[in-house]
């Protein structure tokens, strides 16, 4: 079956909680210089919003690293929509789910 969202504090939608956390420390005189998140969370094993999350960052232009070790082969993937979305780098090996040899 379909799950929820995964939210943030209050049941906030993590890009709002994420956009609120970028405002507090531009508000505070604070850089944030990457914002880095998975694209699935491997525990609880949770698809994250990434595309809503990106667009907060972009908007605020923050830069984006995307861990993407558990999306290869369990999802397909749409590097320019990602890229649409404000992410900047996406990283990921094949070793989780495509079942390379390690080394």
Known sequence: GKGREPCGENEQPLAAALAGMLDLASFRGSRVAL???DYIASCPGVLMPVHAMARECKA???PVLLDGAHVLGQLPLDCHALEASGVTYFMADAHK????PKG
């Open 60 to 62: 605020r232009g923050v």
């Open 35 to 37: 914002v880095t998140f």
């Open 97 to 100: 789910w495509l079942f390379p």
